[in-house]
């Protein structure tokens, strides 16, 4: 096929590159095209001198490339096309080095590299997962209890004998769970963000139609947390009442009822918080 001939079928197939592996044998040998004569432009490539001869020279159609069908079929007709593809390839793989080893020499800022980024990148939020047993006792108290699954444990009874030694007699009311995360939670935020504004939602839901608990009782660190938002910090919170903003209410955080039964010793700062609780003063019912 003749060489523009060849240019016209690659550029109507829309290959722009096009390097051949092997020749067959019985086809017709490939001729360069003749190109069209350089135009004489007065500045640029008249200066310079040897540059603009140089340039000159490589258009010009006598000029041949290093391996080109017409070189090699000039010296020798004879000779095997395989060089020729060999050439051709030799050619493209020096470009293909050229050019990969200008990227590796190029410098990259230290900000791109994936372990600086990842150490850069905020922590991911932790997920939450407790089961909640709620209880309202009366338009004036709620309790929230931290449930452990799969513990077979009296922590309704224990509950009943302590509001009993407060004279809170009336007999439990139904509790009520919330669970996290839910049973459907497909590609769903399971932070405790996301788990305290459920348990915000429902106990809102809950308290405007029966009213505002004035004291909340908050047993174990996943009540504490699920319902204020905050890391448990012992010193600051455990045994001590603070004003809940979120609810309007005075809570107190004391260990779970599973931990109270689980160490017998945690009896006694539990009854005396209590009694700072309903009574004021921890010696008025001494």
């Known amino acids: 096929m003749h060489e523009r001939h060849r240019m016209q079928y690659l550029d109507a197939m829309g290959i722009d590159t096009f390097v051949p592996r092997f020749v067959l044998t019985n ?19 008249t200066q310079g001198g040897s540059n ?37 390839l030799r050619s493209v793989s020096d470009i293909l080095d050229t050019t990969s080893k200008a990227i590796s020499k190029t410098p990259q800022s230290d900000t791109g590299s994936p372990e600086i980024a990842a150490a850069d990148a905020p ?18 108290l709620l309790v929230i209890d931290s449930h452990r699954a799969g513990a077979a444990l009296p922590t309704h009874a224990l509950l009943q004998n302590i509001l009993r030694c407060f ?33 915000s939602g429902f106990l809102d839901s809950r ?28 010193s600051r919170y455990l045994y001590k009442p603070y004003w809940l903003e979120s609810l309007e209410a005075q809570a107190m955080v004391l260990p779970s009822l599973t931990e109270v039964l689980y160490d017998p010793s945690l ?3 539990t009854w005396l918080a209590l009694r700072v609780l309903f009574y004021g003063k921890a010696d008025e019912l001494k």
């Open 27 to 45: 086809c017709q040998k490939p001729t360069q095209c003749q190109l069209p004569e350089p135009l004489e432009v007065p500045g640029a490539l």
């Open 52 to 88: 603009g001869s140089r340039l000159g020279d490589i258009l010009s159609p006598s000029a041949e490339v290093e391996g080109s069908p017409s070189k090699a079929s000039s010296q020798n007709p004879a000779a095997d096309t395989s060089v020729q593809a060999k050439g051709s």
């Open 123 to 140: 922590p991911p939020p932790e997920n939450a997962e407790f089961s909640l047993c709620m209880w309202r006792m009366s338009e004036d």
């Open 167 to 199: 004279n809170i007699q009336q007999p439990m009311p139904a509790a009520e769970w919330l669970k996290w995360p839910p049973e459907v939670s497909y590609n769903r935020d399971q932070s405790w963000l996301a788990a305290w504004e459920m348990v």
């Open 207 to 234: 308290l405007l139609n029966a009213g505002t608990s004035k004291r909340i009782l908050l047993f174990g660190e996943d009540a504490f947390r699920a319902v204020s938002n905050e890391k448990p910090d012992t």
């Open 267 to 269: 009896k006694p700062p």
